[in-house]
């Protein structure tokens, strides 16, 4: 009789591979020899395939446990300031992000909350983070491993524009705060701005031709313009 094998706790997106092969018709003893685990593993993990499936998107493809985070609109908004952060090839580091995380878990009203070096370190872990800036370290696995939880940080939100304008800004704790806590009761008295929606790559198409314009344009006759509209 052989000896056992050394138990082995499978990533997130070996455990959803080996729930694809099951339900492809591929049997279950082989797909439990091929990941090296027993046919109890495999079954846990086909019990659990609804749940797998549903935060496939929420957690990094190589988190073994699926522990949610203990302040999931701070792990929110973090996440999105750190992808806008990064988008903008803003330097970040361990103690960037943790000023950063105070400050947001104050503006979302969490009283208790201590950015310890532990947190950090789940919050890495759990999103599949890393932010060495030594050489070789490619700084594109962090945008790849933020664009795999789906944070709603295109620029729909972030630009508004028309044929000949382009307006941007840089959003505020404030503004990622909104984005991530629930809808707050509206005054019927104040009305939102009809803005038409518009996808990435058409804002980012706006946005350079803005910048096309504003190097080109003749000065003078954009001040004549603005003078009119005032």
Known sequence: MSPRGKYRTLPLKEKLAAIQEVDAGVKKTEVALKYRITKSTLTTILKAK???????SRFAPDRKRLREAAYPDLENAVLLWLKRARSSNLPIN???????????????????????????????????????????????QVLSALKAHNIAADLDSYAATDDNL????????????????????SSESEEEPEVENVTTAQA??????????????????VLNVISEAD
Request: glycine residues 6%; contains cysteine; proline residues 2%.
């Open 94 to 140: 361990g103690p960037i992000l943790r000023e950063k995380a105070e400050e947001l878990s104050l503006r979302l009203g969490i009283e208790d909350f201590k950015c310890s070096d532990g947190w950090i370190s789940r919050f890495k872990e759990r999103h599949g983070l890393s932010f060495k800036t030594t050489e070789g370290d490619d700084e594109s």
């Open 166 to 185: 382009c307006v941007c800004r840089e959003d505020t704790l404030d503004d990622l705060v909104a984005e991530v806590l629930p809808a707050q009761h």
């Open 50 to 56: 609804d749940k797998l499936q549903n935060n496939a």
């Open 204 to 221: 980012f198409q706006y946005i350079a031709k803005g910048r096309i314009f504003m190097r080109t344009a003749d000065r003078t006759a």
